[in-house]
């Protein structure tokens, strides 16, 4: 996916079909990188498998790894530190969760690699600690925090979620963190806050350029603030009664269950407080097939691909084929839009 200022190029001297043509190639071949598990070089495994038998060949494999030696699995063997003291979220889901193998070796995490199974590999070594969160903006009192007062915010809670991809793809994951509420209260937001602006740790030392990853870094996202405040949206710190691991979003992240999963970013380091919609990464790479809102919704489509069903991956070599339910099934949340078009504001 070309950077958008090369796709616009000097439009004074383009031709209106060029312009047509260009936009439809490079929408074709952002989805083929975007939406799928993609390598351009040479032909493997997944372009002659289907796609959804390959997935899940993959998890189930790393799932039995796992189990036969733990000690030999890359994934099983990191740093993370057991978390304690936390409750049970009566907001859980009972369905079954994930494998810890399948939710921490299949990531998007694009800092890390455009592969799925790359972020696993290439974070390894990424120092989370010492780790600072600003918050400040439209607030009376704005707030540097490192890792100890992070943890220190509320009480950690286990939350049990669905967690759906815009690629069709879903989890079943038990995070472990507290309500973004709850810190946005001690930073106490002015009259003039609407928005809430969130930024990713990026490092281009350690990371993919914009250009690799052909998305923008840092990775920006955004929540109205009644979303922000909603008790369902979650800054994690850990999954499994671990702490995160780094391809996860290791400190912390966000998680908002009911939107597609591009909205919980990983990594954060800033906070801001705002009165304007702010921009999201997503959004500027491609407006028409990523809005704002992001709500898991089966009756709109993505302009490649239906939003109707969806794949519970990570169980066995075959996944399950579900329906998607409307706001991921978090019906709680269906008042935050009344009134709205969802189809407008998708
Ligand atoms: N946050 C950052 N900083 N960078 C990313 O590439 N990917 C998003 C989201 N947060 C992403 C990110 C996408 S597309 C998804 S589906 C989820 O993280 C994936 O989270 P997981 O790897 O823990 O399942």
Redesign the pocket.
């Known amino acids: 996916m070309p950077h958008k200022e090369d796709r616009k190029g000097p439009v004074w001297l383009i031709s209106t079909t060029w312009r047509r043509n260009t936009t439809i190639r490079w929408r074709r071949y952002h989805v083929s990188r975007a939406m799928s598990i993609h390598k351009t070089s040479s032909l493997r495994y997944s372009d002659v498998t289907p796609r959804r038998e390959y997935i899940n060949r993959r998890l189930f494999l790393a799932a039995g790894s796992a189990v036969l030696g733990a000690l030999a699995s890359p994934f099983a063997a990191g740093a993370e530190t057991k978390l304690s003291g936390y409750t049970k979220s009566p907001f859980s889901t009972d369905e079954k969760p994930t494998p810890y193998s399948a939710?921490t070796s299949y990531?998007?995490?694009?800092?890390f690699g455009t592969g799925k199974d790359e972020?696993a590999k290439n974070a390894k070594n990424y120092r989370t600690s010492p780790w600072m969160l600003s918050i400040g903006g439209e607030v009376t009192k704005p707030k540097m925090l490192d890792l100890d007062a992070i943890m220190k915010v509320a009480p950690l809670e286990e939350r049990i979620y669905r967690?759906r991809?815009?690629e069709g793809w879903s989890?079943v994951i038990p995070w472990i963190g507290f309500p973004l509420n709850a810190l946005l209260k001690q930073v106490e937001p002015t009259s003039k806050a609407k928005y809430v602006a969130f930024q990713?740790y990026y490092d281009p030392k350690q990371m993919l350029s914009s250009r690799a990853a052909q998305i923008q870094f840092p990775?920006i996202e955004g929540l109205r603030l009644d979303e922000a405040m909603h008790p369902l949206t979650l800054i994690s710190v850990g999954l499994y009664g671990q702490t995160l691991p780094p391809?996860?979003?290791a400190p912390l992240?966000l998680t908002v269950p009911w939107k597609?999963?591009?909205k919980?970013?990983?990594?954060l380091v800033k906070i801001r407080l705002v009165e304007k919609q702010p921009p999201t990464t997503w959004n500027l790479a491609w407006s028409q097939a990523y809005g704002f809102y992001s709500n898991v919704n089966p009756q709109v489509d993505h302009p490649t691909h239906s939003q109707a069903t969806e794949e519970r991956l990570g169980s066995g070599i075959f996944g399950q084929h579900i329906k998607t339910r409307m706001f991921n099934g978090y019906d709680q949340v269906a008042s935050l839009y009344s009134g709205m078009n969802l189809r407008k504001y998708y």
């Open positions: 939710v990531n998007n995490y694009y800092e972020p967690h991809c815009v989890f990713s990775y391809q996860n979003g992240r597609y999963g591009y919980s970013i990983k990594s």
